[in-house]
């Protein structure tokens, strides 16, 4: 039996922070995970790293919305009618939260994180050699309507007031910036603080060839296995089991299998979602992500092509893949921007895994001593993987927090 420090269940994006921000603490860390880091949800979503973020995706309001949705027409959601009564109270709760009260909550609270989002980055890439995939650029939300472009006041309202820069351009403004993009929008708006990557798993990759450069050690294992050991816990490994006092838990859409095991029952939630990579046309290409938000899908310029990634299915996570948006969605997209040949057979499919409130749990599991938690990072896991890694790590080692965890506690759910 090996004893470490502390052990990283998870090897995605928050986990690989996580572990790297513990290593660099100077405490020996294991990072244990089933399959290869960043080869799960980290490796597939659309490489934003939205410091930008002031509101949660809202909930769709009004009765046409909904009727779309439920009919099975709307390209920005999809729903397998199984689920809904599993997730019925999820989502009157995300309802409630998305209200105007409960979205400034959300972005008072997710504010430390999401304002340290990109620097945390910058930081970890110099240190991992992983500069090369950063753009820092922004990126662009388009709007099909004048309505629908209103409809973001209050938010570029609130970014005026925190001094959070971004530019409402016209339709020949944005086609400076993206000249590849057709006129099929009205307006959009461009953050350009937010920044992106080219290769999301290569970034994930990178902070964990930087983690072992440190001394730490990345096995496969399961981590089903947890267990108490005397005073310690104890996971199996390929390398056999491993002891540690920490452990923290960053199975990403995976935590509520082990947690529930534990006797810990959060009610997370999946939006699962899906990508497709396509050549450009002739010349054409983006030089950053570009959300059509009308229709719920965002093309982003990665090494692979242009990823197109999709919006929100409510599934169970383990589901048959069903991804009907593509169908709804591509003449939008065809109409927007010059799509090729499609680069691979199948489309990708990965589950955000969701609070109702949007924000993470990241702080002590609740009576289970020596057990933490990072996950449950939604739409944002990418974008805040490196600022949870620090906050954990600060909690782990018994540092002061840069910020007030309370936010992220799981006890908010009690
Ligand atoms: C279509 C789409 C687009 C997105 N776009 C963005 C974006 O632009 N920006 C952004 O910030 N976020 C985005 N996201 C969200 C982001 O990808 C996720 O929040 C993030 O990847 C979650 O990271 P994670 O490390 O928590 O989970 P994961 O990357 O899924 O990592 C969990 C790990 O746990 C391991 N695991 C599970 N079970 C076990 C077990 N029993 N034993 C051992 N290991 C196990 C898995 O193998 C996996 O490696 C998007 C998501 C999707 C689906």
């Known amino acids: 039996m090996a004893r470490t420090d502390a052990i990283v269940l998870g090897a995605g994006v928050v986990g690989v922070s996580a572990a790297l921000h513990l290593a660099k603490r100077g405490l020996s860390v294991t990072l244990v995970d089933r399959r290869g880091p960043g080869e799960e949800t980290s490796y597939g979503n659309a490489g934003v790293i939205e410091g930008n973020t002031l509101f949660p995706h809202a909930f769709p309001s009004g009765f046409g919305a909904l009727i779309r949705i439920a009919l099975k027409q709307a390209p920005e959601a999809n729903y397998h009618l199984s689920f809904l009564p599993k997730v019925a109270p999820w989502l009157l709760a995300y309802r409630a939260n998305t209200s105007a009260e409960g979205s400034l909550a959300f972005a008072e609270d997710m ?4 304002s340290r989002a990109v620097s945390e980055h910058e930081a970890l890439m110099a240190e991992a050699g992983a500069t090369r995939y950063l753009r820092k650029d922004g990126w662009i939300k388009l709007y099909r309507s004048d309505e629908a472009f209103a409809a973001t006041a209050r938010e570029r309202e609130l970014a005026i ?8 351009l016209s339709v020949d403004e944005t086609r400076g910036l993206e000249p590849s993009l057709m006129p099929a929008f009205r307006r959009a708006v461009h953050w350009p603080e937010a920044a992106s990557v080219s290769n999301p798993l290569a970034v994930t990759k990178a902070y964990a060839a930087r983690f072992t450069q440190l001394g730490g050690v990345v096995l496969k294992g399961d981590a089903m296995t947890l267990h108490r050991s005397d005073a310690n816990w104890r996971v199996e490994t390929d390398e056999g089991p491993i002891d540690a006092k920490d452990v923290v838990v960053a199975l990403g859409p995976w935590a509520p299998d082990l947690l529930g095991q534990l006797g810990i029952d959060l009610p997370m939630a999946f939006k699962r979602g899906y990508h497709r990579h396509f050549a450009p046309r ?3 290409g983006l030089t950053r992500p570009v959300v059509d938000t009308a229709n719920g899908y965002c093309l ?3 090494e692979q092509g242009i990823r197109l990634t999709t919006g929100a299915e409510f599934a169970d996570r383990d589901a048959t893949p069903t991804p009907d948006q593509f169908e709804r969605l591509m003449p939008a997209a065809r109409d927007l921007f010059p799509l090729g040949e499609e680069k691979e057979a199948q489309p990708w499919m990965g589950s955000r895994p969701c609070f109702a409130d949007s924000r993470p749990v990241i ?17 944002w896991g990418l974008t805040l993987g490196p ?3 620090r906050l954990i790590a600060e909690m782990v080692t018994g540092a002061t ?4 965890p309370k936010p992220y506690s799981a006890e908010r759910f009690n």
């Open 363 to 379: 702080g002590r599991a609740p009576g289970q001593s020596g057990l933490w938690l990072d996950y449950g990072h939604a739409h």
């Open 161 to 168: 007031t925190l001094g959070l820069s971004h530019r409402v």
């Open 401 to 404: 927090p840069f910020c007030d």
């Open 387 to 389: 600022v949870s890694g």
């Open 300 to 302: 982003a310029p990665m």
């Open 111 to 114: 504010r430390p994180l999401f």
């Open 282 to 284: 002739g010349n054409a």
